[in-house]
């Protein structure tokens, strides 16, 4: 229903067009050579690879894609992943329809969209101003991060390590460094955590659309 609701959303622009849709980062690889499309909007929890993963391998076959990550996800832990893994911009699905029409233009124009309160944020990091207060999880890798969305979806090691593609002892390595960078005793401790913390992982339609 989110895509169906995006699709009309963008449809009903004379400059826009929706030229594609699929529901996981494999399908999207393939069909980003079929409909080559000028921008891809990417969710971020999707079947098998997260979104950020495949952002970081479409920039790696197209570099001049433009990509907006849409998503439920909270933007203050994932819109500045997002951008360094290579996305123009970050928006959440709660914003109105103009916001997203908006947000398109600007990316397909070569500009940054983030939120007002973001931009402030990562203007104030990057300047070398007054630091805020940073979460622990800021300081995780993208590979921590998302074994930790993983261990909140109530995974165990060895399921991670399949759908990651990685052995048990890798998973268990970042495990490791996740509860030294996040102060956790145990690996108890650390799904605890996770599943506390709802807001790595929230439910929600996930979608790939390609406006060209």
Do not use: W
Request: net charge positive; hydrophobic share 40%; aromatic share 4%.
């Amino acid at each position: 229903m989110t895509r169906e609701g995006l699709r009309g959303c963008i449809n009903r622009e004379p400059d826009l067009l929706v030229c594609g849709e699929v529901d996981s980062a494999r399908k999207a690889m393939t069909a980003i050579e079929t409909s080559t499309p000028d921008l891809v909007l990417v969710d971020i929890t999707l079947p098998g690879k997260n979104g950020l993963e495949l952002v970081k391998d479409l920039k790696a076959i197209r570099p001049a894609l433009a990509i907006l990550a849409i998503s439920m996800h909270d933007e203050s832990l994932y819109a500045e992943r997002m951008l360094r893994a290579g996305a123009g911009g970050y928006i959440t699905k709660h914003q109105p329809p103009e916001e997203l029409l908006k947000a398109i233009r600007l990316v397909l124009d070569g500009h940054i969209y983030v939120s007002r309160e973001m931009s402030a944020t990562l203007l104030q990091r990057f300047s070398g101003g007054p630091p805020k207060t940073r979460s622990p999880i800021e300081r995780l890798t993208d590979r921590e991060f998302e074994i930790l969305q993983l261990f909140g979806e109530g995974k165990s090691g060895k399921e991670i390590a399949r759908q990651l593609h990685l052995s048990d002892k890798t998973v268990a390595v970042h495990s490791a460094n996740i509860r030294l960078k996040l102060k956790l005793k145990s690996t108890a401790q650390l799904i605890r955590f996770a599943v506390q913390n709802d807001n790595l992982a929230p439910a929600g339609a996930d979608s790939i659309q390609m406006p060209n």
